[in-house]
């Protein structure tokens, strides 16, 4: 047995294969545990009796910083066990030599988004869950705030990854953000013979049937009859005359799926009234 174990191949012995092998398979047993315990208590501390205690991106965010670390800390303790890298490893495992490392290998836009992403979870501008609009190009629910990046899922289920440091420097229109009643702006056309008074009148009737549609006056407004559903003339187009209401859901998403019906049963409803709608039409005269 000793015999074998003292055999070399390519210069190595068969034993400091094997303590090599052991070495490494503790190293790796580690730290596959230790992490996950780590997701274990960070799971746990979010949670306590059916009830969320601790803000989940917060949380998340933290986790991978952890998850990070340990991953390097076990990179270093493997890099110990080959001849020739002991220095790298120790400089990996001191605390000065790990962000030396981070600063060294990650590029500087990957650095950046790194201390973007901080900003985004102790600034606030967003929480994971909460519907915003990036730049008026991106507009989703986000999903996760990674260490390089954020992700946001779209209307039509497609998974969009921004920088980190990109969206700091962006206008983000967050419609989760304090109160989230939006205002939806329902506008049609009717032409110049058409009685106002009649259209205004039969378009609020049909935005006030929407179950959707929520009283957002103030205390004052009511006690000077404002109405609920406000509707104006807005332009004076070439060919139709623009009436707009100023309908409120409880939330984005209900206020566009609101707007949407009320374009559709607005319209049934005009057709019904004879309340023209007037579009554009070429009439051609042959010489």
């Not at 030396?100 to 102790?122: E, H, K, T």
């Not at 559903?229 to 609101?258: E, K, P, Q």
Request: aromatic share 8%; proline share 2%; net charge positive.
């Amino acid at each position: 047995m000793e015999e074998i174990l003292n055999m070399h191949f390519f210069g190595v012995s068969v034993r400091w294969l094997i303590v090599f092998a052991v070495k490494g398979a503790i190293i790796y047993l580690f730290v596959r545990i230790l992490t996950g315990v780590t997701k274990y208590l960070f799971k746990r501390s979010m949670r306590k009796q059916g009830k969320i205690v601790l803000d989940e991106t917060k949380v998340s965010f933290m986790r991978r910083i952890i998850v990070t670390t340990i991953y390097i800390i076990g990179i270093a303790a493997f890099l110990s066990l080959i001849p020739g890298m002991e220095k790298v490893s120790n400089s990996i495992l001191a605390s000065a030599g790990i962000m030396a490392a981070a600063v060294g290998l990650a590029s500087q836009d990957a650095l950046s988004n790194v201390i973007g992403g901080m900003f985004i979870i102790f600034s606030q501008p967003f929480k994971l869950g909460d519907f915003v609009e990036i730049d008026s190009t991106v507009k989703g629910t986000v999903t996760e705030i990674t260490l390089r990046h954020t992700v946001i899922r779209d209307a039509e289920n497609r998974m969009i990854l921004i920088p980190n440091n990109k969206i700091n420097s962006s206008t983000i229109i967050n419609s989760s953000y304090g109160d989230t009643a939006t205002c939806a702006f329902v506008e049609v056309g009717v032409s110049y013979t058409a009685d106002l008074n009649h259209a205004i009148s039969t378009m609020r009737d049909e935005v006030m049937k929407h179950p959707l549609l929520i009283d957002h006056r103030s205390e004052d407004d009511k006690k000077n009859d404002v109405p609920q559903v406000v509707i104006r003339v807005t332009n004076l187009g070439d060919s139709a005359i623009t009436l707009r209401a100023w309908a409120w859901a409880a939330s984005a998403g209900n206020a566009f799926t609101m707007k949407c019906d009320l374009l559709k049963a607005v319209k049934e409803r005009f057709d019904t009234e004879n309340i023209e709608i007037p579009y554009p039409y070429v009439n051609v005269v042959k010489a």
